[in-house]
């Protein structure tokens, strides 16, 4: 298993503004990702974090709105550039581990809401 | 990725066995089934996973239909602790999971 931390654990934050998150790993991963949770919704990937390249985002995310970093393989941050109230979600951070990847460990999640 | 279907709530007493189904007429051979749940105000925490045969760990088992078009997790015995969303997820290889809505389960005390 791994130890993922978040910050902050929350915010709340004035519509125009960005807000960048941290996540650390206690141990050195190759695959991270980012997730959006809406308020009384299921999870959305909004992209994959890859250390030493670009981001992979998914369909209806842009880097412009969501910039990625991923300088070491147990760090990474988003962005939430210029926010709306719509904004307002729960940003989480996991890593794949297990013998193929195959296992997701998430952190506590980022609570944030946009005034 | 393949489509799962999950009842949206289901109520359990504690102390008693609880059977959460998933449907995934469509899975495909390569698929994995992966079972998460989300505790109130937390993150996702990875409850088990299998492929073809029946799989137990320390947190629940996995029951998986012989043709792989359902499955099943159980939880022994429901404690309050287990109230949560769970999510049945088919998964290949190393790549992401794509949540649907889970099922939330309630436990009576």
């Known amino acids: 298993s791994a130890v993922i931390s978040q910050k902050p654990s929350r915010d709340i934050c004035q519509r125009g503004t960005s807000l960048t998150i941290q996540c650390q790993v206690d141990s050195q991963v190759t695959m991270m990702f980012w997730y959006r949770q809406q308020p009384g919704q299921s999870l959305t990937l909004i992209a994959t974090?890859?250390?030493?390249?670009?981001?992979?985002?998914e369909s209806g995310f842009v880097i412009d709105k969501f910039p990625i970093s991923r300088p070491n393989l147990t760090f990474s941050t988003l962005t939430v550039s210029n926010m709306s109230p719509e904004d307002s979600s729960i940003y989480l951070c996991?890593?794949?581990?297990?013998?193929?990847?195959?296992?997701?460990?998430f952190g506590p999640g980022t609570r944030l809401l946009v005034l | 990725d393949a489509k799962t279907t999950q009842p949206n709530s289901m109520e359990s007493n504690e102390e008693e066995p609880v059977h959460l189904p998933c449907n995934h007429s469509?899975?495909?051979?390569?698929?994995?089934i992966h079972w998460y749940r989300q505790l109130p105000s937390q993150g996702p925490e990875y409850v088990i996973h299998?492929?073809?045969s029946n799989v137990n760990n320390r947190m629940a088992s996995l029951a998986i239909a012989e043709d792989r078009k359902s499955s099943t997790l159980i939880l022994h015995r429901a404690t309050l602790r287990d109230a949560a969303v769970y999510y049945c997820?088919?998964?290949?290889?190393?790549?992401?999971?794509?949540f649907g809505t889970g099922t939330r389960l309630t436990v009576i005390p």
């Open positions: 299998g492929l073809t």
């Open positions: 996991s890593v794949a581990l297990g013998t193929y990847e195959e296992t997701q460990y």
């Open positions: 997820i088919l998964k290949t290889g190393a790549n992401n999971l794509f």
């Open positions: 469509t899975i495909s051979g390569t698929d994995y």
């Open positions: 974090a890859n250390q030493g390249s670009e981001a992979t985002y």
